[in-house]
C-alpha cells in the first residue's frame, strides 16, 4: 500500500530505550532495479528472479521443450509471496502502453515485481519502457499474425505469462449513430475484437501462470453511455461482458478475470489543454472545476488506474473473479 500508517505508542505509558538499529544502506535503488544491497542475502530483482524461474523450468522440462511446455513446468517454481513486490516472479504484458493508463499500469506493474512488457503502436514506447525487467514493444495489435508473435515471443523469452491488462483502445467523441461509418468499424477493432485476440493468444500461457490474473481496462460508459459516444460505449460494453463470460470460463483454471472502470482520466495525451477548455466551457466550469467534476470532488490520474489494476492483479484480490471495479470518483449516472 501506498499509505502506511504508523501506531504510536502512548505519551503517557513509560517507554524503555529503543534498541539502538543498524542502518541499511541502500545504494541507488531505482524502480528498474530495485535491488538492495545486505551483505548476508542477496535479493534478486525483477529481472534476476524470473530468469531464475526460467532456466530451473527449462531443466524441468528437459531439451527440446516447446514454450508451452516450458510455462507449464514454471508452476512449481512459483516464488514465496513478497509483502513489497507483489508480483515478484510474475510476467506481465500491458497493451497499449505507450502512455497515459498503460504506461502508468506498466511501470506500477514492475514497481510492483513484475517483468514487464509493453505493447503499443506507437515506436515512442521503446523509448518510455526502457529498463532492466520492463521493456516497451512496437506492435499493431489489429494485426492478428503480429500480435500473437509478440504474445508468444514473451512467453518464450521470460518462461511464461502471468498476468495481461488489456488496455489499448480508441475514443472518437462528437460522432452520433447517422454519422457514425469508419469509425464504428475502428472502434469494433481495435476496442473489441483485440482484446478478444489478447485474451485467445494469452490464455493458453495464464492456465499455468503465478496466481494469473487478467484486467479488462473498462470505462464509465459502459453503464453511462452519453450522445456522440456510441462506438465507444458499445464496444466498452462488450469487453465487459467478454470479461465476464472470460471470468466463467476460466475459473476452473485458477485465472481471475476483472474489469476495472476509469472516467475522467485527464493526465493523457488525448486530452490537450484547448480539449479541456473546450469540454470545460460546455458544462460552465473552469478547467479544474471539470477535472473534479465527479461526487468526492477528486481529480482521477494514470497512476491511480495503474495503483488499482496492480491491486486487484495481486493476493489483496486473490478470491475475487468477475467483478467490475469503478475508479471515477463516485458518479451519479452509475451509482
Same mark, same amino acid.
Given at each position: 500500500?501506498d499509505?502506511? =500508517?504508523?501506531?504510536?505508542?502512548?505519551a =503517557?505509558? %513509560?517507554?524503555?530505550?529503543?534498541p #539502538?538499529?543498524?542502518?541499511? +544502506?541502500v545504494q541507488?535503488?531505482?524502480?528498474?532495479?530495485?535491488?538492495?544491497?545486505? %551483505?548476508?542475502t542477496?535479493?534478486?530483482?525483477?529481472?534476476?528472479?524470473?530468469?531464475?524461474?526460467? !532456466?530451473?523450468?527449462?531443466?524441468?522440462a528437459?531439451?527440446n521443450?516447446?514454450?508451452l511446455?516450458?510455462?507449464?513446468? #514454471?508452476?512449481?517454481?512459483?516464488?514465496?509471496?513478497?509483502?513489497?513486490?507483489?508480483?515478484?516472479?510474475?510476467v *506481465?504484458?500491458?497493451?497499449?502502453?505507450c502512455?497515459?493508463?498503460?504506461? *502508468?499500469?506498466? @511501470?506500477?506493474?514492475?514497481?510492483? &515485481?513484475?517483468?514487464v512488457v509493453?505493447?503499443?503502436?506507437n515506436?515512442?514506447?521503446?523509448?518510455?519502457?526502457?529498463g @532492466?525487467?520492463? /521493456?516497451?514493444?512496437?506492435?499493431?495489435?489489429?494485426?492478428n499474425? +503480429?500480435f500473437q508473435?509478440?504474445?508468444?515471443?514473451?512467453?518464450a523469452?521470460?518462461?511464461?505469462?502471468?498476468?495481461?491488462?488489456a488496455?489499448?483502445?480508441?475514443?472518437?467523441?462528437?460522432?452520433?449513430?447517422?454519422?457514425?461509418?469508419? /469509425?464504428?468499424?475502428?472502434?469494433?477493432?481495435i476496442?473489441?475484437t483485440?482484446?478478444?485476440r489478447?485474451?485467445?493468444? !494469452?490464455?493458453?500461457?495464464? +492456465?499455468?501462470?503465478? !496466481?494469473?490474473?487478467?484486467?479488462?481496462?473498462?470505462s464509465?460508459?459502459f453503464?453511462? %453511455?452519453?450522445?456522440?459516444a456510441?462506438?465507444?460505449?458499445?464496444?466498452?460494453?462488450?469487453?465487459?461482458?467478454? *470479461?465476464?463470460?472470460?471470468?466463467?470460463?476460466?475459473?476452473a483454471?485458477?485465472?481471475?478475470?476483472?474489469?476495472?472502470h476509469?472516467?475522467?482520466v =485527464?493526465?493523457?495525451?488525448?486530452?490537450? @489543454?484547448?480539449?479541456?477548455?473546450? /469540454?470545460?466551457?460546455r458544462? &460552465?466550469m473552469?478547467?479544474?472545476?471539470?477535472?473534479t467534476?465527479?461526487?468526492?470532488?477528486?481529480?482521477?490520474k /494514470?497512476?491511480?488506474?495503474a495503483?488499482?489494476? !496492480?491491486?486487484?492483479?495481486?493476493?489483496?484480490?486473490?478470491?475475487?473473479?468477475? *467483478?467490475?471495479? %469503478?475508479?471515477d470518483?463516485g458518479?451519479? #449516472?452509475v451509482?
Open positions: 500500500m499509505k502506511i =500508517f504508523e501506531a504510536q505508542a502512548s =503517557f505509558s %513509560p517507554r524503555k530505550p529503543a #539502538r538499529k543498524t542502518a541499511l +544502506k541507488n535503488i531505482s524502480i528498474e532495479s530495485a535491488v538492495v544491497k545486505n %551483505p548476508d542477496k535479493i534478486m530483482n525483477q529481472l534476476e528472479t524470473v530468469n531464475n524461474i526460467l !532456466s530451473q523450468a527449462k531443466a524441468a528437459g531439451d521443450a516447446s514454450i511446455e516450458i510455462a507449464k513446468a #514454471r508452476k512449481p517454481f512459483q516464488p514465496e509471496l513478497d509483502e513489497y513486490k507483489p508480483h515478484l516472479g510474475k *506481465a504484458i500491458v497493451t497499449g502502453a502512455g497515459g493508463i498503460g504506461r *502508468a499500469t506498466a @511501470e506500477r506493474l514492475h514497481r510492483d &515485481g513484475a517483468v509493453g505493447m503499443d503502436v515506436p515512442a514506447i521503446v523509448e518510455n519502457l526502457a @532492466e525487467g520492463i /521493456s516497451g514493444v512496437v506492435c499493431d495489435i489489429t494485426d499474425e +503480429k508473435a509478440a504474445v508468444d515471443a514473451v512467453a523469452e521470460y518462461g511464461g505469462i502471468d498476468l495481461i491488462v488496455n489499448a483502445g480508441i475514443f472518437k467523441a462528437g460522432e452520433y449513430i447517422e454519422e457514425l461509418d469508419k /469509425s464504428w468499424d475502428l472502434h469494433l477493432l476496442n473489441l483485440a482484446t478478444q489478447f485474451l485467445k493468444f !494469452s490464455i493458453p500461457y495464464l +492456465k499455468h501462470g503465478f !496466481s494469473a490474473s487478467i484486467i479488462i481496462i473498462g464509465r460508459n453503464s453511462a %453511455p452519453g450522445p456522440g456510441a462506438a465507444y460505449s458499445v464496444t466498452k460494453a462488450g469487453v465487459t461482458q467478454l *470479461a465476464r463470460v472470460a471470468a466463467l470460463e476460466l475459473a483454471d485458477g485465472v481471475r478475470v476483472n474489469t476495472v476509469p472516467d475522467a =485527464f493526465d493523457t495525451e488525448i486530452w490537450t @489543454e484547448e480539449a479541456l477548455q473546450k /469540454s470545460a466551457t458544462y &460552465g473552469t478547467v479544474e472545476e471539470y477535472k467534476k465527479n461526487l468526492l470532488r477528486t481529480e482521477i /494514470s497512476t491511480d488506474i495503483r488499482m489494476v !496492480s491491486t486487484v492483479a495481486g493476493p489483496v484480490f486473490c478470491a475475487t473473479t468477475g *467483478a467490475q471495479i %469503478p475508479i470518483g458518479n451519479d #449516472r451509482i
